[in-house]
């Protein structure tokens, strides 16, 4: 039933990428690709359609073919970087000593991946089309906070753990909680948009629900992610007394009704030294290190270390113990590393730093100006965001996740939005200066 309901859905939306224009077509593919909703109808013929390359070349013909977008992305770093990417993920596959066919699974991923990120900065044009992005990405991942949450609160009571769609990049317990992490200061900006009380009651109802299902993923990098974050949301907040509320209230709620299991697990955190799978991240970013001295410029390629043969013959006399089944370096850091060697992870920090930068360009530009508040919270928000994914992506492999790439031509779209903006203000402000200069001058002088 589920998957009629889907396929139907699916089949009425596809035309309207012809009839409203390409951009609809990189709101659907968001929703698939992050959302995944294809992994909720128990399998079968429904779960296994081609929903993300259907509206892929759907929307790369009708950008194609339409006549008013733009066909060239825009010439800014951002656009440089991703594209640098690309091509460096290429060179480090062909050099790559994992698996062919993960190698070749996880390249054409990344890839498609990479190509509908930048054609979602090129068509983003707008203040309109960048609020539907925010929106649907936003609530594409908050879907599964907000199910946990209702899950935690009317049957587990946070006994059993929030999980992600099965077979996903964020189907696991940790990586959905850096997902929800990320997503919740993208809810606040969300909220901030909406233009009735009651629909604010609303948001802050479900960035409840999502925060309860973020928690209890027990995901002890998430919860490390969230403290980084609320400590940025609280230091940009301009009313930091509500923020110092909300989060002490969210604290001692937490430490009073969590269960005995959730608490047990968070203990951990202190004493990682005796807890085997923190030793495991430790022994992984050491073989992450180790692979990345062997392979300096271009890394072992994707999934090297689900080759346990191929590791230990190549670190055979590094002092480190065999790898003995296949595993996940836990970083995106070391994951970088490891893979794409020493370029990647500098193209990869320099894609994090690019963000980062454009969060403090709409914050700077636009303080003061009441037309450009949007700007200003948006900046605000993703800054906790990049925040929650630098941290939380510490202890998890999502170097390539969607959600962050996502985050980066949101914030590159939005300064291109305010730079205009703020030309088009300028310009019209100084032909009225120039024509009142002359009429000054032409005033009689006051005699003596």
């Known amino acids: 039933m589920r998957g009629i309901v889907l396929v139907t859905v699916f089949t009425a939306l596809l035309p309207f990428i012809f009839l409203q224009g390409p951009f609809f077509g990189i709101l659907m593919w968001y929703w698939i690709s992050l959302m995944n909703p294809q992994k909720d109808v128990w399998g079968g013929f429904f779960a296994g359609l081609p929903y993300s390359m259907t509206i892929a070349v759907a929307t790369l013909l009708a950008w194609l073919l339409s006549q008013r977008e733009s066909k060239f992305p825009p010439v800014t770093k951002t656009t440089g970087l991703l594209l640098l990417l690309g091509v460096w993920i290429s060179v480090t596959s062909v050099f790559g000593t994992g698996p062919p066919h993960e190698i070749y699974q996880n390249w054409n991923l990344a890839e498609k991946m990479l190509l509908m990120t930048i054609v979602a900065y090129t068509l983003t044009t707008s203040r309109v089309r960048l609020d539907q992005l925010i929106t649907v990405c936003v609530f594409s991942v908050a879907f599964y906070g907000i199910k946990g949450g209702v899950y935690t609160l009317l049957i587990s009571h946070g006994a059993a753990r929030v999980y992600g769609p099965a077979g996903t ?45 973020d928690i209890f993923t027990y995901s002890r ?194 300064r291109r939005i305010v730079a205009a903006e703020l030309a088009h203000s300028n310009a019209a402000a100084r032909p009225a200066t120039a024509i009142a200069e002359p009429r000054r001058q032409l005033r009689p002088q006051p005699t003596g």
Not at 375 to 393: E, K
């Open 169 to 213: 990049m964020i189907g696991d317990n940790n990586d959905l909680g850096l997902a929800l992490t990320m997503t919740l200061p993208m809810m606040f900006y969300v909220r901030e948009r909406a233009h009735t009380r009651r629909a604010k009651r609303l948001l802050l109802g479900l960035i409840g629900l999502t925060f309860l299902g």
């Open 221 to 414: 990098g998430a919860l490390v992610a969230l403290c980084a974050m609320g400590l940025m949301l609280w230091w940009r907040s301009r009313r930091k007394l509500a923020m110092t509320l909300m989060i002490a209230v969210a604290a001692i709620g937490i430490w009073n009704f969590a269960p005995r299991a959730w608490l047990a697990r968070m203990d951990t955190i202190e004493t990682y030294q005796q807890d085997s799978s923190a030793e495991d991240r430790l022994y992984f970013w050491r073989l992450a290190w180790a692979m990345a001295k062997k392979h300096p410029i271009t890394g072992a390629g994707f999934h090297w270390s689900f080759n346990p043969a191929s590791v230990n013959a190549q670190l055979w006399g590094s002092g480190l113990r065999q790898l003995q089944i296949p595993r996940a370096p836990h970083s995106i850091w070391f994951e970088m590393l490891g893979a794409h060697g020493f370029p990647g992870l500098a193209i990869f920090i320099a894609i994090v730093a690019s963000a980062a930068f454009d969060a403090q360009w709409l914050i700077r530009h636009s303080r003061g100006d009441p037309n450009l508040l949007w700007a200003n919270n948006l900046g605000r928000m993703a800054q906790a965001a990049l925040i929650g994914y630098c941290t939380g992506g510490s202890f998890v492999t999502q170097a390539m996740y969607d959600g962050f790439y996502a985050l980066v031509i949101i914030l590159a779209a939005a």
